[in-house]
């Protein structure tokens, strides 16, 4: 299995970059939003799929994104492709974001994905729990610390989305905010 690929870009077209790492060549899918995101090196983190005649790399720049894309392939009904698109409309933020406001009309405006498939999509990511690598410590300290007033950690996730604070006590309380509303 391979994690991740670190190497310098011997080409970029249309959604697909080919990665030189040490003489070798690898051609990796990824999202515009990463497409866009690198230069003349990069490094990659790997979803591989492996089907019985295709062997497919799909590239990130981010492991956010990555995580992202790997629970939407889990999903009913979306595949690679689809997944891809997601990624390459919203970031990972936005759209778990749009997943916590139940927006079906963001959705829609992703290729690919219709009224019935923006509907699944809503109700199948509620289920799922992702949780991204915060580079801010006080989200960490707060899903610990709302995890131990007996929350669900994927409704502490949802509610710590979007909160722009270093100061814990300041995140947690708008956390319980948004989490009181939910349970009404």
Not at 2 to 24: H, Q, S, T
Not at 88 to 104: G, R
Not at 140 to 165: P, R, T, Y
Not at 172 to 180: D, G, N, T, V
């Amino acid at each position: 299995m391979i994690a991740a690929l670190r190497g310098n870009i011997f080409e970029k077209d249309g959604g697909k970059i080919l990665l030189d790492v040490n003489n070798v060549i690898y051609e990796l899918n990824v999202s515009m939003i990463t497409f866009s995101s690198v230069n003349d090196k990069g490094l990659f983190y790997i979803t591989e799929i492996i089907k019985e005649n295709e062997y497919t790399l799909y590239g990130f720049a981010d492991k956010n994104e990555k995580k992202l894309f790997d629970s939407l392939i889990k999903l009913n009904g979306v595949g690679p492709k689809v997944a891809l698109a997601i990624c390459s409309t919203y970031t990972p933020q936005t759209f778990m974001d749009i997943i916590a406001n139940h927006d079906i009309n963001a959705l829609k405006k992703i290729p690919g994905i219709g009224p019935k498939s923006a509907k699944r999509i809503l109700m199948e990511m509620g289920e799922f729990e992702v949780v991204f690598e915060e580079q801010n410590p006080v989200f960490n300290q707060a899903l610990s610390a709302l995890e131990s007033l007996g929350f669900n950690k994927n409704d502490i996730v949802k509610a710590l989305n979007g909160i722009k604070s270093d100061n814990l006590e300041e995140t947690i309380k708008l956390a319980l905010k948004k989490l009181s509303k939910d349970i009404k």
